[in-house]
């Protein structure tokens, strides 16, 4: 049963182009939804987060997309560079738990 | 500051045999989890821990024990080793919930088990 899912399991950019990652989920009782991003041979780590009461937010480069009625949000990376070339988690919480998705394996190309 | 440490970083086990990752945050997070991440899936949460003498279930509990007698260390024990348990492990903590923005998990860099 997955709650959370990312169904593009990779995605080539070319640098300087806008990368856009989505995620799907199936439970509206989520209440925060969170992007981690991860490297290899590294722990993931938080990149942005968004309120189940909010629409956007944004954080620099990053912005993530909330779209409730459909359950599914995405995350935006403009201008994306080589170095945003990982594997981005999406998340989703209820109480003190986080469910995570597959990821999707973002190649940034220069 | 360290962080959330894990070790160890790879370790070969022999179906059967037992043994205890370490985890280790010295950030005075109350919070800290296991996570297990498989190939192609996402991370699942095996146990956590909301405070010091404090553990609960995960997704994913079965095969694996923990403890947490301090805010600093979160151990995670596996008594007979079973092919299933090949993974890639990563330990976890927060202050307080992982949702809050500033406050997210902080993963440590993970303890590669394979069991044959």
């Known amino acids: 049963d997955q709650q959370v899912k990312q169904n593009s399991p990779s995605l080539s950019v070319q640098e300087g182009r806008i990368s856009i990652l989505n995620c799907d989920y199936t439970n509206s009782m989520f209440d925060y939804f969170l992007w981690y991003k991860k490297y290899p041979a590294e722990g993931p780590t938080f990149l942005i987060s968004?309120?189940?009461?909010?629409d956007k937010n944004e954080d620099g480069r990053f912005t993530v997309f909330l779209n409730k009625s459909a359950k599914h949000l995405s995350l935006h990376i403009v201008p994306s560079q080589p170095g945003d070339s990982a594997v981005y988690f999406c998340?989703?919480?209820?109480?003190?738990?986080?469910?995570f998705g597959a990821g999707t394996i973002l190649r940034v190309k220069s | 500051n360290a962080g959330v440490t894990q070790t160890p970083k790879f370790r070969i086990l022999k179906i059967g045999q037992s043994m205890t990752l370490q985890c280790a945050q010295d950030?005075?997070?109350?919070?800290m989890y296991w996570y297990r991440q498989d190939p192609g899936m996402g991370l699942k949460l095996i146990y956590y821990s909301v405070g010091a003498g404090i553990t609960d279930k995960g997704e994913v509990p079965n095969g694996y024990n923990v403890s947490r007698s301090t805010t600093e260390d979160f151990p995670l024990r596996l008594e007979l080793a079973a092919p299933s348990q090949t993974s890639v492990y990563f330990c976890?903590?927060?202050?307080?919930?992982?949702?809050?923005?500033?406050?997210?998990?902080?993963f440590g860099n993970g303890t590669r088990l394979t069991v044959t």
């Open positions: 950030m005075n997070h109350n919070y």
């Open positions: 998340a989703a919480e209820r109480g003190n738990k986080l469910v």
């Open positions: 968004i309120s189940s009461i909010k």
């Open positions: 976890a903590s927060s202050y307080p919930t992982p949702s809050s923005y500033n406050s997210p998990l902080h």
